[in-house]
């Protein structure tokens, strides 16, 4: 104790010139390092707040000097535009490597770029009273947040800021006036066009280019403190724990999300995929309640109305029909009641409701759609995006676009010199995994040679998937990079479509194969079709190739979602521990907060892009193969809401705070899911028609059937068509002889005894029509449904159209206003003559009735 006290004393003698929070604050750092490390998101005078972090680390290489050149010029212009730096040593931080430069905006700063960005802040609370209360708000008050959450802010008429008319704001503290999303993307927006120098004749500017050339290694907004500690007064509020406690948990699973709070802290573009998250997830419930329904139903009718599957179960029935081998020579005969299970279970998903949900599903898809525009026109009013302009920082020359733009061209318009390039155009198509079709004998009773390769052959499917993603990502790149897109907004829009193509034939070309195509061109016993004329195409079931389908969509969708999430939890969590093991090297140093953030995993630009393409990829699961599996709605509302938590829990937690940007829509996504709704119309009805065994049996009821008590009896019989074994071709007959005469194959064929032996029958052609009849029936009342209630559904909401009027009524009158009173003060003080005032009050005031009418 005397030693420290002699020690404080020599530091008093030595700052007596220091002013007071100084000496307090180096005191702090001495003897309270934890506390610091954990709440301090200040300068070293604990008043100015820290609102953007640059680091870098000093390079021994040839280039040191002019890095070093690069970052003081850019400091220097930082300060010449406003901006307060503060340098943190290396000798400061944990590593003993790794330079801080430390920003803050200071009041000057924020009002100009306000002004410049186009940012609204209110000017007035609003009269018009709020939209929440509905006649369920009492049932629904257990899935609420508290007001002060999901409502942080009261609501307020805005206008774009103006330096010039301060006082019109409600600005009661300079500091806590400009959200921290606001801060960020201001201070941002400058680093983003502040110069560093002249290189080749070419000025260079923005923090992009010196991150792309390791003058810094990187450059993030601060967090505003501790995720599971809320701060203490006089700090500002942590919205970061705010967030952490009320949507990060796991435990709220139930509860709505704070969207408010969620823009205001993140910005718009992350806060409106949370939006749409949600939303999809809310719309989600209805379809899984309804694919719910049909699944119990297709479950409780197995034993009374599965007529197909008594019939290939019973011993007299399937048990005495010999089907034709699946492959040549080395499978064998096999009896249809081996089939049982496969066929009960097919009667899960092909009963009479199959046709309902169809439907069902082509009319939710598009009230999804209807009303997701509903309540974007709803947020654009909330949030003031209702005169939104494309955010600057997407049109903004992308750095590698002029280091990779070698020969240019004038353009006729401008007169300027612009970037062109030969581009790429690679199509790339995805191997179709082929399943092998040897016969497998039985493991279990109910393991069966069908089920077996169907299970093992999508398992093994998905492992492809897997890997070919991972080459599809880089090859996207690869395409985009050759493009040369010139601005951030061409670049996003390039590679979502590249992407999305790739992805597409990824998740779907195995669904597509087995819906479409595999059983549909097999050929018949001793005339079978062959691909290059050594694979064998390959059949269907007898009880349909509905069930694989249905076991090639369960494995892929929840494969991919059980390994979406996990990757997404486990590996920041991984990358951040592996992060703080290495830095943390010397325990007397002080962990800082912007060390702490700075060892967090970057939430890169493409982060965003990558959660709403596993969202797209979930919905064409959802809609593009429905029919064959009412079980996807529930799979992805469960996946969903665990998805909801685990990127709100790594955003909050594992990640470095991204920088705040502006969106009103979710864009060229908004475009995607339009075109997959048309197209699961399609395809829905091609999977009843022609994968699905509904229409074979309806055709069977009302054209081909003769007994009255059981109209269905002998319906396997009647389609299964009879080949003579002596017809077989020397290569495709088994190795192992039988005792058998005929065998019977899946088709509708003349028998051997007749004149035109194997050829298509009069009932082929019957089912064909009714089934070409059934998808144009299907596909019209599905098309007319969906145009009428698109028809129906305004795209903006009424009340919020009337919403929008009057706050423009309301703030050209307090605009007016505010310019009157100004104008009332500027004539008395310039003891100007009555006259001119009340020619002037004229003028105003016939500017205001004039904007009052048009409003």
């Not at 796991?250 to 995929?273: A, H, T």
């Not at 733009?405 to 690679?426: D, P, S, W």
């Not at 029919?627 to 938590?645: D, G, K, Q, V, Y």
């Not at 899946?746 to 050829?759: F, L, Q, T």
Request: charged residues 25%; hydrophobic residues 40%.
């Amino acid at each position: 104790l005397e030693f420290w006290a002699g020690f404080a004393n020599i530091l008093l003698i030595a700052s007596q010139s220091a002013k007071r929070y100084n000496l307090f604050l180096r005191r702090r750092l001495l003897f309270k390092k934890d506390e610091q490390s954990k709440d301090s998101i200040f300068f070293r005078d604990g008043i100015r707040k820290i609102d953007f972090v640059l680091s870098y680390v000093d390079d021994i290489k040839k280039e040191a000097e002019l890095k070093a050149e690069r970052r003081r010029q850019f400091e220097q212009n930082l300060r010449k535009t406003g901006l307060e730096l503060e340098i943190e040593d290396k000798m400061n931080s944990e590593d003993g490597r790794t330079y801080f430069v430390k920003i803050h905006a200071p009041w000057e700063v924020l009002v100009t770029y306000a002004e410049v960005l186009g940012i609204k802040m209110p000017v007035k609370e609003s009269d018009i009273p709020s939209a929440d209360r509905t006649p369920f708000s009492c049932m629904l008050e257990p899935l609420k947040l508290p007001r002060g959450v999901k409502h942080p802010t009261p609501d307020y008429f805005t206008v774009q800021f103006s330096r010039h008319r301060q006082e019109l704001f409600l600005i009661k503290d300079e500091s806590s006036f400009f959200p921290s999303s606001s801060r960020n993307r201001i201070v941002y927006y400058i680093l983003s066009r502040c110069p560093f120098g002249m290189e080749d004749g070419k000025k260079r500017f923005g923090i992009e280019r010196l991150l792309n050339s390791n003058t810094y290694s990187s450059a993030f907004p601060l967090h505003d403190g501790q995720y599971w500690k809320a701060s203490e007064p006089p700090n500002p509020v942590n919205q970061r724990n705010i967030l952490y406690q009320n949507w990060a948990r796991f435990s709220y699973f139930y509860k709505e999300q704070p969207f408010n709070l969620i823009r205001d802290y993140y910005g718009e573009k992350i806060g409106i995929y949370f939006v749409f998250l949600g939303f999809y997830t809310e719309m989600l419930f209805f379809a899984a309640v309804v694919g719910l329904a049909c699944f119990i139903y297709g479950l409780l009718t197995i034993p009374k109305t599965s007529s197909s599957s008594i019939q290939i179960c019973d011993p007299e029935i399937g048990g005495q029909i010999i089907m034709c081998p699946l492959c040549d020579e080395l499978c064998d005969y096999w009896r249809l009641n081996s089939t049982c299970l496969a066929s009960k279970i097919s009667h899960l998903f092909d009963n009479e409701s199959t046709v309902f949900f169809a439907i069902f599903m082509g009319i939710w898809v598009t009230l999804f759609l209807e009303f997701w525009k509903r309540r974007q026109a709803r947020l654009e009013y909330e949030w003031d995006l209702v005169d939104f302009e494309e955010e600057q920082q997407q049109l903004q020359l992308r750095p590698e676009f002029e280091a990779m733009c070698t020969k240019r061209k004038l353009n006729a318009v401008t007169q300027r010199r612009v970037c062109f390039n030969c581009v790429c155009i690679a199509q790339i198509q995805r191997p179709d995994f082929m399943e092998s079709e040897a016969s497998l004998k039985h493991v279990k009773s109910f393991l069966t040679p069908q089920i077996t390769t169907s299970l093992s052959g999508s398992c093994l499917n998905f492992i492809v998937i897997l890997i070919l993603n991972f080459f599809y990502e880089k090859i996207s790149a690869w395409i985009t990079k050759m493009e040369i897109p010139r601005t951030h907004q061409e670049y996003e829009s390039s590679l979502t479509l590249k992407m999305f193509l790739f992805q597409f034939v990824n998740y779907y070309s195995s669904c597509f194969y087995v819906a479409f195509f595999k059983g549909k061109f097999v050929g018949y016993p001793g005339k079978y079709t062959y691909l290059f004329g050594v694979w064998r195409s390959e059949e269907c079931d007898p009880a349909g190739c509905l069930v694989e389908l249905t076991t090639q969509l369960t494995i892929i969708m929840t494969g991919k979602q059980i390994f979406g999430n996990i990757k997404e939890a486990i590996y920041p969590l991984v990358l951040n521990w592996w992060r703080r093991r290495k830095a943390r090297t010397n325990s007397e140093k002080l962990y800082s907060r912007w060390e702490q953030d700075h060892d967090l995993e970057t939430f890169g630009s493409l982060e965003l892009f990558y959660e709403y393409l596993e969202t797209v990829i979930q919905f064409g699961f959802v809609t593009l193969f429905v029919a064959s599996f009412p079980l996807a709605p529930l799979l992805a509302l469960l996946n969903n809401i665990i998805e909801i938590r685990v990127d709100a829990w790594k955003l909050t937690t594992q990640y470095r705070r991204p920088v705040a940007a502006k969106a009103h829509s979710i864009g060229v996504w908004q475009d995607i899911l339009y075109g997959m709704a048309v197209l699961s119309v399609a395809t829905n009805a091609v999977i009843v028609a022609f994968t699905s065994d509904m229409v074979p049996r309806l055709v069977y009821y009302y054209a081909y059937s003769v007994n009255e008590t059981w109209p269905m009896k002998g319906y396997i019989n009647n389609s299964l068509s009879v080949f003579l074994i002596a017809d077989f071709p020397n290569h495709t007959v088994p190795s192992e002889k039988r005792d058998y005469n005929t065998c019977r194959y899946r088709d509708y064929r003349n028998p051997p005894d007749s004149e035109d032996k194997y050829a298509h029958n009069i009932q082929y052609w019957h089912v064909l029509a009714a089934k070409m009849t059934f998808i144009i029936i299907m596909e019209h009342v599905v098309f007319l449904i969906k145009f009428f209630l698109a028809w129906m559904i305004p795209d903006v909401p009424k009340d919020v159209l009337e919403r929008v009027k009057r706050e423009k009524l309301m703030t050209i009158k307090i605009l007016h206003d505010f310019e009157l009173n100004k104008l009332k003060e500027n004539l008395k003080l310039n003891s100007a003559s009555s006259a001119d005032f009340t020619k002037h009050l004229a003028i105003q005031e016939n500017k205001a009735n004039l904007a009052e009418s048009t409003t």
